[in-house]
């Protein structure tokens, strides 16, 4: 003869099951919290002689007892000494610093450095980071106007002081440490700049004033680039009469 559960009694063996099975995954976890660890690995596939950067890896664990790098600050900017597949751990042996950089290394295809001084007033050097994209633009008797567009963060100076060079990469010499400079000390961008955009800026006038218009990060991989071009309502016209030369403003 079968026999009849009630209610109460399916519902008592069904917390049965699920406390079980939630006993199980606990001590599933626990057992793998004592025996695993935290370590950043590869995301993709990458071949020896890769500069390590922060999208290259993700969150993953590995066994305890093997001392695989979970501090990101020891990876980045180190290069890979073998070829790492997908959710590789890395060990410190697999790492090495990159040869020293020099400066006339880091200067981008069909660009040249610069050094500009921006106003006090402007986008803070410490936070921004080499390779950071921006604009030029100047504020003078002439008016508004942009003498660089797309140019690209090198190295940070400060006046009597130069940065330390870090010999993994000559990017981490662009920010000096704050601590040991004087708040109102003057600082000096090195830029990478178009050609043509060397005479514009050097002919900016000691009482104009210099300002840095930052882009987000990311346009070099692809990403739209904001233009802060407006459209041309002035032009400027110059007028010779024998040997006098004069400029005008003629409104288009």
Do not use: C
């Amino acid at each position: 003869m079968r026999r009849k559960h009630t209610g109460s009694t399916i519902v008592a063996m069904a917390m049965f099951l699920v406390s079980g099975v939630l006993v199980s995954v606990l001590g599933i976890r626990q057992a793998e919290s004592y025996t695993t660890q935290e370590a950043w690995g590869m995301r993709g596939d990458w071949p020896a002689g890769v500069l390590v950067k922060p999208e290259m890896l993700r969150k993953i664990r590995v066994d305890a007892e093997v001392p695989y790098m979970s501090d990101l600050h020891q990876l980045l900017g180190k290069l890979l000494v073998k070829d790492k597949r997908d959710g590789d751990a890395l060990l410190q042996t697999e790492l090495t610093v990159p040869p020293r950089s020099w400066l006339a290394q880091q200067v981008p295809e069909s660009k040249v450095l610069y050094t500009l001084t921006p106003h006090r007033s402007a986008i803070p050097h410490t936070q921004m980071r080499n390779g950071d994209s921006f604009d030029v633009v100047v504020t003078g008797r002439k008016g508004v106007r942009t003498v660089a567009s797309n140019a690209q963060l090198i190295g940070v100076l400060s006046e009597g002081r130069q940065a330390p060079v870090n010999k993994a990469n000559l990017g981490s010499l662009v920010l000096p440490n704050r601590d040991n400079i004087k708040p109102m000390s003057k600082k000096h961008l090195v830029i990478a700049v178009a050609p043509e955009e060397v005479y514009p800026l050097a002919s900016i006038d000691s009482k104009d004033k210099v300002s840095i218009v930052l882009h987000r990060a990311g346009i070099s991989d692809g990403g739209v680039r904001a233009s802060i071009r407006p459209e041309p309502r002035q032009r400027y016209v110059e007028l010779v009469s024998g040997v006098n030369r004069r400029e005008v403003v003629v409104d288009l």
